[in-house]
Every structure is written in structure tokens, then in C-alpha cells.
């Protein structure tokens, strides 16, 4: 997104060329988000205001793309499932941090999750030939990994005689031509090469299984830890939702299914079955609705105490996670405070800025660069003992020391929580996580008082 807004037209500027990554991805989504989002970034370079604030502009436009597309659901469940089941569905979702959280990143996980809110709804409304469509998209350009949603839903869709198989033949076909000639099409001029990026991670992931060097979790983490953490309140209750009305199990069981075909990959992570998420939230809030429903009976009554109490615990999980992520890009604040503190006013050459791998993952991002005389270096698989033989002027990197170089500060990051007697009764322990250096070589022409390591 930050190329396309700012290189547009000069491919060999873009990032990707220089470090394209473990696998290709696609560039259509990027150019959806930065269409809409370039008329607020021009202005914002107009007034001179630093490129961070194009980052959040354009995260702001993909959360409210994202948030449209749930809109749609939302509207669904409401048609379907009425007025109440809706408000706790808004609900849920709103206690839901990570859900939430994951509706501003610019990932390819979160562009097929608009495609697949867009499915659902259909789904719910009884259109479902274009759900299936919005799916066999989401599968073929943004993760191919959705074919796991699209088969149980296209396999229950006809065991219950809801389509034809050979009309459904027929639309899904051509959809899927017409998404690969897109995907094709814009990648390959985007790459240089011809290229179906969709396919590659396909044949990465699922033939090669080299996923699994990023690190493997047992079989049930999803069920043990990645959906607790993200439903919270609605896990419990998601579970309650498919027995006390007979409606949901048909939307259920699908994604029920897609998540546990994806626990057989041994790599996992949460992003990897966010998609999930609405339809649990809409299977909890059809259980809240129930209970609120019944909350005068006797059993029902302390049954609505405790889901009240599990609001509240949801909350505060909600409200500790956000604390806890605020502080997970140190490296991000690192270079800002760099900026701030070091900017070098007429001054004739560039300082020269190298960034290793840590840094890279942890708050930097092309939007959190200067102009001149700051430049910038993501060169990888440099030894410790060359860095003093190179030319940078700073270093942003996870090291406390380097030969050659003077640490300038750090920057603090999460660690974890410890739980002490008093108020409040869960702390946010923070710990050193990166450091700035200067090369001692060259002398500081503002003689700035740097906080030191």
C-alpha cells in the first residue's frame, strides 16, 4: 500500500522487488484499500505531515471496509434471526480485541475475510450461488486456504438439495476463471514474472508443508487457546447457541469443520481461522438471546448471572490485551523517538539507518520513514562483527551492544502479566526489547544528550 501511494507508477521502487518474502502475494487488495484511501493521503502530504499518519489512514480505510462487509452480515442476522439476536451479536463482537484489532491489518487473511462476510450474508439471506462465489474469490486471490470453508459449505449446500450440483458446477467454474485471469493479470505485471500467487502458497503451505518452520502447535490449540482468546464470552456460548434453536447447526457445522480441518496443519496461528469468528458470535448471540429471553425462570435467572459475569470478565480481558498490544512495537516507537530526537538539521550527507530483522517485525514499516537525509537499510544476514564496517550512521536492532557503536536508549516492550495483591491485581511487565546505537566513529554535531543503555 505504501508503493502504490507513493511510488504508484516506478515498479522498481517498490519494496517487494528487494525483499519479495517467503511466497508471492497478491496486489489487488492493496490497490483496493489505496484507492480509497489516496485522497486523504495526498492531503496529508500536502500539509507536510509525516507519513505515520498515511499508515492510519490507510488501516482506517481496510477497517471500515472490513466493518462494511460485517455490516451486511449483521443486516442478515437481523432479517433472519431478529432484532435482539443482532444487539448481541454487536455486542460480542465489540468485546472481541482481537477480532477487532484484526480488521485494520493489511493482511491477506483480513481481505478474504470481507469476501467471506460477504458469503455468510448471502448464505443467511438464501443466495448461494453468490456466497459460494464470494468464497471460490476469497480462495483463489486472497487465501487459498478458504477452500476449506468452501467445501463444507458447498457439501452441505447439496446434501440439503439447496443447489444443483450442475448449476453449482457451472457458476463456480467460471467464477474461479475469472478470478485467476484477475489474479494473473495484476500480479504478474506487479511481479515481473508470471505468477499466481494464491497457488504458489498453496504449494508452499499444503504440498511442500514448509510452514511448519515458522513454528507448529498441537492439534486442538485452536480449540484450547486461539478461539477462547478470541471469542471469549461467545466460546461458551457458541456451543449453547446450536442446541436451543435448531437453525444454527446448519450454519455451525460448516465452520466447525473448516477449523478443525485446519488444525490438522501444524503451523498455526489465529489469522489463519479468523474468518470463523461471525459465525460463532452469531451462534453466542443466538444462546444471549435465549437466556435473556428466560432470565425470569428460576434456572434461567442464574444462568443470566453468570453469562452478566462473563460480560464483565470479557471486558476486562478485552481491555488488558489492548494495554498489552500497545506496547508489541517497540521498534516502531524506536525510530519515531530517533526522528525526534536526532533529526539532523542541515546536514549535508544521509544518515544512514539499518534496521535488522527484529526491528522489521516489530513496528517499522516503509510509512515510518523520513525523507533526506534519512535513509534506510533492511539489509539481512549481516554478522554483528561487519556492522562496524559498513556505513551506518544508527542501528535499530534487538542487540544491547555492538562492537563499534554507542547505544544511544531503548525502547521498552510487552514481556507478560503477573498477577500481585493489591490494585490493580494484573501489571503489564514490561522489558528492554530494542536498541538505538550511533557509530562512535562519527562524531554527533548537535552533541545530543542521549538517555544511554
Same mark, same amino acid.
Given at each position: 500500500?505504501?508503493?502504490?501511494?507513493?511510488?504508484?507508477h516506478?515498479?522498481?521502487?517498490y519494496? @517487494?522487488?528487494e525483499f519479495?518474502?517467503?511466497?508471492?502475494?497478491t !496486489?489487488?487488495?492493496?490497490?483496493i484499500v489505496?484507492?480509497?484511501? &489516496?485522497?486523504?493521503?495526498?492531503?496529508?502530504?500536502?500539509?507536510? =505531515?509525516?507519513?505515520?499518519?498515511? *499508515?492510519?489512514?490507510?488501516r482506517?480505510?481496510l477497517?471500515?471496509i472490513?466493518?462494511?462487509?460485517?455490516?451486511f452480515?449483521r443486516?442478515q442476522?437481523?432479517?433472519?434471526f431478529g432484532?435482539?439476536?443482532?444487539t448481541f451479536?454487536?455486542?460480542?463482537?465489540?468485546?472481541?480485541? @482481537?477480532?477487532?484489532?484484526?480488521c485494520?491489518?493489511?493482511?491477506?487473511? $483480513?481481505?478474504?475475510l470481507?469476501?467471506?462476510?460477504?458469503a455468510?450474508?448471502?448464505w443467511?439471506?438464501? +443466495? #448461494?450461488y453468490?456466497?459460494?462465489?464470494? *468464497?471460490i474469490?476469497a %480462495?483463489?486471490?486472497?487465501?487459498?486456504? %478458504?477452500?476449506?470453508?468452501?467445501?463444507?459449505?458447498g457439501l452441505?449446500l447439496? *446434501?440439503?438439495? &439447496?443447489i444443483?450440483? /450442475?448449476?453449482a458446477?457451472?457458476?463456480c467454474?467460471?467464477?474461479?476463471?475469472l478470478?485467476?485471469?484477475?489474479?494473473? =493479470?495484476?500480479?504478474s505485471?506487479?511481479?515481473?514474472?508470471?505468477? /499466481?500467487?494464491?497457488?504458489?502458497?498453496?504449494?508452499f503451505?499444503s504440498i511442500l +508443508?514448509?510452514s511448519?518452520?515458522?513454528?507448529?502447535?498441537? $492439534?486442538?490449540?485452536y480449540?484450547?487457546?486461539?478461539?477462547?482468546?478470541?471469542?471469549?464470552?461467545?466460546?461458551?456460548?457458541?456451543?449453547?447457541?446450536?442446541?436451543?434453536?435448531?437453525r444454527v447447526p446448519?450454519?455451525?457445522?460448516?465452520?466447525?469443520?473448516?477449523?478443525?480441518l485446519y488444525?490438522?496443519?501444524?503451523?498455526?496461528e489465529?489469522?489463519?481461522?479468523i474468518s470463523?469468528v461471525?459465525?460463532? +458470535?452469531?451462534?453466542a448471540a443466538?444462546?444471549?438471546?435465549?437466556?435473556?429471553n428466560?432470565?425470569?425462570?428460576? $434456572?434461567?435467572?442464574?444462568?443470566?448471572?453468570?453469562?452478566?459475569? !462473563?460480560?464483565?470478565?470479557?471486558?476486562?480481558?478485552?481491555l488488558v490485551?489492548?494495554?498489552?498490544?500497545?506496547?508489541?512495537?517497540? &521498534?516502531?516507537?524506536?525510530?519515531?523517538?530517533?526522528?525526534?530526537?536526532?533529526?539532523p538539521?542541515?546536514?549535508?550527507?544521509?544518515e544512514w539507518v539499518h534496521?535488522?530483522?527484529?526491528?522489521?517485525?516489530?513496528?517499522? &514499516?516503509? #510509512?515510518?520513514?523520513d525523507? #533526506?537525509? /534519512?535513509?534506510?537499510?533492511k539489509?539481512?544476514?549481516i554478522?554483528?562483527?561487519?556492522?562496524?564496517?559498513?556505513?551506518?550512521?544508527y542501528?535499530?536492532?534487538?542487540?544491547?551492544?555492538?562492537d563499534?557503536?554507542k547505544?544511544?536508549f531503548?525502547e521498552?516492550?510487552f514481556e507478560?502479566?503477573? *498477577?500481585?495483591?493489591?490494585f490493580?491485581?494484573?501489571?503489564?511487565?514490561?522489558k528492554?526489547?530494542?536498541?538505538? @546505537?550511533?557509530d562512535?566513529k562519527?562524531?554527533?554535531?548537535?552533541?545530543k544528550?542521549?538517555?544511554?543503555?
Amino acid at each position: 500500500m505504501h508503493d502504490i501511494l507513493y511510488h504508484r507508477h516506478h515498479l522498481d521502487s517498490y519494496d @517487494h522487488l528487494e525483499f519479495p518474502g517467503v511466497v508471492p502475494r497478491t !496486489f489487488i487488495g492493496a490497490f483496493i484499500v489505496s484507492v480509497f484511501a &489516496s485522497p486523504v493521503v495526498s492531503i496529508i502530504s500536502w500539509l507536510g =505531515f509525516p507519513k505515520v499518519y498515511s *499508515l492510519v489512514a490507510a488501516r482506517l480505510v481496510l477497517g471500515c471496509i472490513i466493518l462494511s462487509t460485517l455490516r451486511f452480515f449483521r443486516i442478515q442476522i437481523r432479517n433472519k434471526f431478529g432484532h435482539q439476536v443482532e444487539t448481541f451479536f454487536v455486542l460480542f463482537t465489540s468485546l472481541q480485541f @482481537h477480532f477487532l484489532f484484526y480488521c485494520t491489518r493489511p493482511l491477506p487473511n $483480513i481481505l478474504a475475510l470481507g469476501l467471506v462476510n460477504l458469503a455468510y450474508g448471502n448464505w443467511l439471506k438464501g +443466495n #448461494f450461488y453468490p456466497a459460494l462465489s464470494f *468464497l471460490i474469490f476469497a %480462495t483463489v486471490i486472497f487465501r487459498c486456504d %478458504t477452500m476449506l470453508l468452501l467445501g463444507p459449505i458447498g457439501l452441505e449446500l447439496l *446434501l440439503t438439495k &439447496s443447489i444443483s450440483f /450442475w448449476k453449482a458446477l457451472k457458476y463456480c467454474v467460471g467464477t474461479a476463471l475469472l478470478a485467476v485471469g484477475l489474479t494473473i =493479470f495484476v500480479d504478474s505485471i506487479m511481479w515481473k514474472k508470471c505468477v /499466481w500467487p494464491e497457488f504458489e502458497v498453496f504449494w508452499f503451505n499444503s504440498i511442500l +508443508n514448509r510452514s511448519s518452520d515458522w513454528g507448529t502447535h498441537s $492439534i486442538h490449540w485452536y480449540f484450547t487457546s486461539a478461539l477462547p482468546r478470541s471469542l471469549l464470552v461467545a466460546y461458551p456460548l457458541s456451543l449453547l447457541g446450536t442446541l436451543v434453536d435448531r437453525r444454527v447447526p446448519f450454519f455451525i457445522l460448516p465452520v466447525l469443520s473448516f477449523v478443525i480441518l485446519y488444525s490438522k496443519l501444524p503451523h498455526k496461528e489465529l489469522r489463519f481461522i479468523i474468518s470463523s469468528v461471525p459465525m460463532f +458470535n452469531l451462534s453466542a448471540a443466538v444462546a444471549a438471546s435465549r437466556i435473556y429471553n428466560n432470565r425470569k425462570k428460576k $434456572i434461567w435467572k442464574l444462568v443470566n448471572m453468570v453469562m452478566l459475569a !462473563f460480560f464483565a470478565i470479557s471486558a476486562g480481558c478485552t481491555l488488558v490485551t489492548f494495554m498489552a498490544s500497545y506496547y508489541n512495537y517497540p &521498534s516502531g516507537y524506536a525510530l519515531n523517538r530517533l526522528h525526534q530526537i536526532g533529526h539532523p538539521a542541515n546536514v549535508a550527507g544521509g544518515e544512514w539507518v539499518h534496521i535488522d530483522t527484529f526491528g522489521a517485525m516489530n513496528g517499522i &514499516s516503509r #510509512f515510518c520513514e523520513d525523507a #533526506f537525509p /534519512w535513509r534506510y537499510s533492511k539489509e539481512e544476514e549481516i554478522v554483528v562483527e561487519e556492522l562496524r564496517n559498513r556505513n551506518f550512521t544508527y542501528l535499530v536492532n534487538e542487540r544491547p551492544s555492538v562492537d563499534g557503536y554507542k547505544c544511544l536508549f531503548y525502547e521498552e516492550g510487552f514481556e507478560r502479566l503477573e *498477577l500481585r495483591r493489591g490494585f490493580p491485581p494484573i501489571v503489564l511487565v514490561k522489558k528492554a526489547k530494542v536498541y538505538v @546505537h550511533r557509530d562512535m566513529k562519527k562524531e554527533d554535531p548537535f552533541h545530543k544528550k542521549w538517555p544511554g543503555c
